[in-house]
């Protein structure tokens, strides 16, 4: 499964002021507000349920990592070994975001024989929020896990009684943006097939290897747009 969001709440409980923010409302072509979720003094009720928004998250790509038997085109790829932060570099990452934030050294991780990750964090001057970019890799299964990441986010969205519309009545109820942004809009031109999944995640599949990126910028307007642009870069250097 892609296990940035959940990387990343964990990062959050550990940082205090420092958690992640809130995921992108697609479905209405706007992004959340994501200043409104981090503001210094921020009350524990607010932060749990932006805890709980992203743990949902990562919980729907965790239940939809379910293996889906005779989906895939050709043979399975191999498993990825290489370093997952080498496709995309600390340069690029701070040039696309901008606002001066730099980044600090990437954080690679293989969660398992056929799931790699890496996080990168950044911090601009005068600002105590960290930024997070998360980059997930599976393969092999990629296109497998991938399908079924869709299929599974697409039975959630508006649906009553799912763990998002949960997670979305908990969250408004706190004073937070109650979308958690499941989306599934296609983006043409990103990889074989490309979609923005929950929270602004993207998840994009290259032959059997699946790639998925999610920016944690608050108050950037343009942070779905930023995630596109590093995916692909990303899955360029894919071999």
């Known amino acids: 499964m ?9 990062s959050g409980q550990q940082s205090g002021p420092q958690e992640p923010a809130g995921g992108t409302d697609q479905s209405g072509g706007r992004p959340i507000d994501q200043t409104q979720v981090h503001r210094p003094g921020s009350d524990g009720a607010r932060r749990h349920a932006l805890l709980v928004a992203l743990a949902t998250a990562s919980l729907v790509v965790g239940c939809a990592g379910l293996s889906v038997p005779g989906i895939g085109d050709g043979a399975p790829a191999a498993a ?15 040039a696309v975001i901008g606002n001066g934030s730099t980044s600090g050294s990437p954080e690679p991780a293989h969660e398992s024989a056929t799931e790699s990750n890496c996080q990168w964090s950044l911090q601009a001057a005068g600002n105590p929020v960290t930024e997070i970019v998360s980059l997930t890799i599976k393969a092999p299964g990629g296109r497998a896990d991938f399908t079924s990441n869709r299929q599974f986010l697409s039975s959630l969205e508006g649906s009553q009684g799912s763990p998002a519309a949960a997670t979305e009545s908990e969250t408004a109820s706190a004073g937070l943006p109650a979308d958690i942004g499941i989306s599934l809009q296609s983006l043409p031109g990103v990889g074989d097939d490309a ?7 993207i998840y994009a599949i290259k032959n059997d290897t699946e790639v998925s990126l999610q920016l ?3 108050g950037d307007p343009n942070a779905q747009q930023e995630t596109i642009d590093l995916l692909k870069k990303a899955i360029k250097r894919l071999t």
């Open 216 to 218: 944690i910028v608050p």
């Open 80 to 94: 990825f070994s290489g370093d997952p932060c080498s496709l995309l570099t600390s340069a690029e990452i701070e």
């Open 195 to 201: 979609f923005i999944g929950a929270a602004g995640t």
């Open 2 to 10: 892609a296990g940035g969001v959940a990387g990343l709440v964990s």
